[in-house]
């Protein structure tokens, strides 16, 4: 028999094979370096013919019964070129030649260095043509840790999962063991209680009938005691008449024995016409009536019937159980109650109770201990009970529990807000009747362009209506606000939108003196001409009585702001910035809590102070700026005038602001300014 063009010789040959895996002993390391050419050679399209003989070899004490491996006969190694039937060649060429390339054993006595999946034992990379993997999968032994290592993850993984089912599957027989427990100790105890109230009941009718016997017994004694009595009587008064006769028979004195004779005789007359009742006065059998048992009968009954339900619970509401028109409302009730259906009743609450007291609850049947109410107010707090009801009878009432939807979304209130950038103080207003308990502000950064944006970022738990939030500067972030309660958090608010590119603010109106106007948009003040009587003027705690300005909101950060004002050459006003509490009856600049820049009108020329303290350096400015910019520094202790149009430095006041301040503006004659912010500082603010 030809194989391969050579002959097969069967022989019987023992092989020696080490303990921990199948392989042939040393084979010449040659052959190996000869199968890697051949092996390049076969791949770049070089054809070969050779001739190989081959043996039929038997393994010993292994699982492989059968191989067949090559043999090389002497002097051939140098001609051996593997042609387009070689065995030697793997069905993965790429998992060959990175197993060739990898390969670091050279002999038997190097380490394994490579692995057989199919046998899974280690085994030497260059082997593999010649020894018995070779038409199994080889590979790196790194490579086949980490195979090991992935199925051993995966195989663990679902070992958990597994576990984690098992871990359910027992905790739930647990809890149905304890239930059953419970329903057996109930039960119990029911039974107990039936058959001590059925014992109660046979006892007292026990002792109902032998009272009722006592007292039958009590009157015929009685009534045979005083019929004994009379007999006595009797007896004893006839034995004396009996006695007077004899004393008066043996008398021998006939005049006295006529004498008293008579009374006798009659009264022996009389004694023998009485009847005697010799009779038994009572009789001697007793009553036995009847003995009902009717009632014992139904309560020996009542033991194998299902009794009614008990009051059902109400579940404190779930959190996240809620939306802004729907419910999720869950009540418990005894294990061992049969229960054929439930009845849940709902009504809102109102802070007028009278409204409250005139609403009819609605009503719902349901077969679970849990149901969704739906078409609800939203931010309304409503009232459920339940009641459960079975073949027996209704059961009580549960206790009423008040659920909540979830809030109307918030109302971010723009005019309110301020920034800068390095950070934004966003306010809104809750826009619920009911309380809520806290707000969730989510801010997304968005990208170069204005359709792109990155992930979310949330700020939770805000217990009041504004939050301030830090920032990079020179980005730009949609700002959403949401409402939380036990319900859930609403939905998202109207979108705003800050930069930080700049200080942001507004004119804060409640500080205005009644003579000044604001625009819509917060960054214009008008002092009219008209002039407004006292007695129309509405002053109130925090606004302006002598001078005629008003306030900046400026956001409550110690870093670098900037802003700008527009003003007009033949106005006269005040720009500057005041703590918060500065005196609202006093001019700005006038008082140890402001600082500002005064232009006077006189009539030679125009005339600019920088006052504090009622006090100004002397300065002349011959240019007359249109555009005046400001800048605060709470670091350097610093505000400085420019004027922006020419980027002059016009004059700093050196102070370490002990608070927050804000920028204060005012008019002394009628006309206008218009604040202009929220944009980048000019470079020539540093140099300051």
Known sequence: MDL?????????????????????????????DKYIENTTMHAAGAQATVQVSSFQRFSVDTNESLHFEPFIPEGEENELTPGSDDV???????????????????????????????????????????????????????????????????????????????????SNLEEIFITVEENFGRQEQNLEQHYNDVLQTLAHRYDERASAQENEKKIKLESLYNQLIGCGKMMDDSKELIEQAQALYRNENKYAFLQRVMPIMQRIEGLAKEEVDLKIATSLEFDVPAADLSDVKQMMDTINAVPAPSAPVMNPQIPNSA??????????????DTVEYYELYSRPIFEDITVESDLEASKVKVKETH???????????????????????????????????????PVIKPRECTSCPEAALIRW?????????????????????????????????????????????????????????????????????????????????????????????????????????????VFGDNTFARCVAVLGDLIPVRARHYWEVEVDPHTEYRIGVAYE???????????NSSWCMRHVLTPSRHKYEFLHNGW???????????????????????LSFFNA???????????????????????????????????????????V
């Open 616 to 638: 100004s350096p002397d300065i002349r400015i011959t240019s007359h700026p249109l555009r005046i910019g400001m800048a605060l520094d709470y670091d350097k202790g610093t």
């Open 429 to 537: 207003d809750s826009g619920n009747t009911n309380p809520v308990d806290s707000y969730t502000l989510e801010l997304i950064e968005m990208g170069a362009e204005s359709s792109t944006s990155t992930a979310t970022e949330s700020i939770v738990a805000i217990p009041t209506c504004e939050c301030l939030i830090q920032l990079q500067p020179g980005k730009c972030y949609l700002i959403y606000v949401r409402a939380v309660n036990i319900g859930g958090p609403s939905e998202r608010s109207q979108s705003f939108t800050v930069s930080t590119t700049g200080t942001l603010f507004h004119l804060m109106e409640d500080t205005a003196h009644p003579c000044l106007s604001v625009s819509e948009d917060g960054f214009t003040m008008f002092y009219t001409d008209e002039e407004l009587p006292l007695s129309e003027m």
């Open 88 to 170: 030697f060649l793997t069905a993965n060429q790429d998992e060959s030649k990175e197993l060739m390339e990898g390969r670091t054993a050279q002999s038997e006595s190097d380490s394994p260095d490579a692995y057989c999946t199919d046998c899974q034992t280690p085994t030497h990379a260059f082997k593999k043509p010649t020894g018995p993997h070779k038409n199994h999968r080889v590979i790196l032994m790194k490579k086949a840790a980490q195979e090991i290592k992935n199925d051993i993850s995966k195989t663990r993984s679902k070992l958990e999962e597994k576990i984690t089912q098992m871990e359910n599957f027992v």
């Open 371 to 409: 149901y969704t109410v739906a078409d609800l107010l939203s931010n309304a707090q409503y009232e459920f009970w339940v009641t459960a009801t079975n073949t027996t009878g209704i059961s009580p009432a549960s206790e009423k529990a008040v659920y909540m939807t979830v809030p109307s979304p």
């Open 581 to 591: 509490d500065t005196q609202r009856n006093a001019y700005l600049g006038g008082n």
């Open 4 to 32: 391969f063009g050579g002959t097969l010789d069967v022989i019987t040959e023992e092989m020696t094979v080490s303990d921990d895996e199948d392989r042939v002993e040393d084979r010449p390391t040659a052959f190996m």
């Open 645 to 687: 149009d020419l980027g002059q430095h016009l004059f700093t006041f050196q102070c370490q602001f002990l608070h927050y301040v804000h920028p204060c503006f005012a008019l002394d004659n009628p006309g206008a300014l218009a604040l202009k912010n929220g944009i980048t500082a000019p470079h020539y603010v540093t140099l």
């Open 323 to 336: 939306t802004c028109t729907s419910l999720r409302v869950c009540w418990s009730l005894f294990s061992d």
